[in-house]
C-alpha cells in the first residue's frame, strides 16, 4: 500500500498562485495530479514519470500550471498561476507504477486539497 499526503491548497483570489505538494510513502514511477470542479467529473492535471517526463491535461491553458517533482523526497508538485475561478475544485495526488492517466486512476489516491479562486 502506498500513502500520498497533499498539501498546499486554500483560497486565493483570481490571478494568484498556489503550490500544491504531494508526497508518496515511497517511490512510486509516475505521479500526477487531477481536479474536480463541484458537480463536475474528476479530470486530470499533469502528470510526471521517474525521468521528467511531463504531460498536462487536454483542456488546461498551457504555461499556467506546472508539475515538477522531487524524486530523492518522493514528492511532486503543482505550481498553479494567473489562478481563476474556474480552477476551483478539490485537487487531487495520485501515483502508479506506471504512467498514463488510466493508470494513474486505477493507482493510488490522496485525500484531496481544497483549492478555491474567488473573483
Known amino acids: 500500500q502506498v500513502q500520498l499526503v497533499e498539501s498546499g491548497g486554500g483560497s486565493v483570489q483570481a490571478g494568484g498562485s498556489l503550490r500544491l505538494s504531494c508526497t508518496a510513502s515511497?517511490?512510486?514511477?509516475?505521479m500526477g495530479w487531477f481536479r474536480q470542479a463541484p458537480g463536475k467529473e474528476r479530470e486530470g492535471v499533469a502528470r510526471i514519470n521517474e525521468v521528467g517526463d511531463v504531460v498536462t491535461g487536454d483542456d488546461l491553458e498551457e504555461g499556467r500550471f506546472t508539475i515538477s517533482q522531487d524524486n530523492a523526497k518522493n514528492t511532486v508538485y503543482l505550481e498553479m498561476n494567473r489562478l481563476k475561478p474556474e480552477d476551483t475544485g478539490m485537487y487531487y495526488c495520485?501515483?502508479?507504477?506506471?504512467?498514463?492517466?488510466?493508470?494513474?486512476?486505477?493507482?493510488?489516491w490522496g485525500q484531496g486539497t481544497q483549492v478555491t479562486v474567488s473573483s
Open positions: 515511497r517511490n512510486m514511477y509516475c
Open positions: 495520485a501515483a502508479a507504477e506506471f504512467c498514463s492517466w488510466r493508470n494513474l486512476r486505477e493507482g493510488y
